[in-house]
DNA sequence: TCATCATATAAGAATATACTTATATATTCA
DNA sequence: TGAATATATAAGTATATTCTTATATGATGA
């Protein structure tokens, strides 16, 4: 609740775009590294990189790298979180996008 | 709940200007017209009438003509109204801006 | 160490966005 | 009808956004 109506503004504009919220969505049921983005949308691995780049400036993901890869998750520890919760409760899972890479054997599993 | 992604990115996108961001919020408590907006934000008229066109055109909101004044509504009848609400149920009420108008003598009242 | 794979960054181009000023349209009222 | 007021549209400009390709960085494993 009461969010400052800039940086609100801020975080809508950032999920105002069809790739972030998706991103953001899948991110919400499991955590995905870049290559897995690059394979779910039909973009290149920079123009993912700088999608992403723009939710971890904006700290609305955070990042892990395990070994080769980095592993980027739904940042649920700022003030923010809690308006990207009830927007993203307002879109269709989309689990499938990551079902289909794992049937493509493209998903990348680690640990 | 199930917006589809690529409406909703659309919806998000326009929220996400803090002009449009607190137009919004503002009628969330009350109508309001061109110039009032034009009073509170220091926009020129056409911006102002701008930013309502878009807001119109995306059926997020609704005008009404009374008289001299055009004044636009949050449109409550659409699909994307829900998202709409939740969205801004996270932002501080506005009604603080339409309270200044009215002390300078600025707020239009009709009927 | 060197080749490979994953990711990030840089630079540039095409397009979108949000203003401005000037002007058109619509309504009211003397 | 004609002046005044409210709003919309047009055209132009500055800046922001989102890609692309090329290249740099970082980790892995033979």
């Given at each position: 609740m009461n969010t400052d109506m800039d940086k609100g503004a801020q975080v809508l504009k950032l999920l105002g775009d069809r790739t972030r919220l998706t991103m953001m969505k899948i991110l919400e049921s499991q955590d995905c590294c870049v290559c897995e983005f690059t394979a779910i949308f039909n973009l290149s691995q920079p123009a993912v990189s700088q999608h992403i780049r723009k939710l971890k400036d904006a700290r609305l993901v955070t990042e892990t790298r395990r070994g080769q890869w980095v592993f980027y998750s739904l940042n649920?520890?700022?003030?923010?979180y809690p308006l990207v919760r009830d927007i993203l409760n307002h879109f269709p899972g989309q689990a499938g996008r990551l079902k289909e890479l794992e049937q493509q054997g493209l998903r990348i599993f680690c640990d």
């Open positions: 649920k520890d700022t003030e923010d």
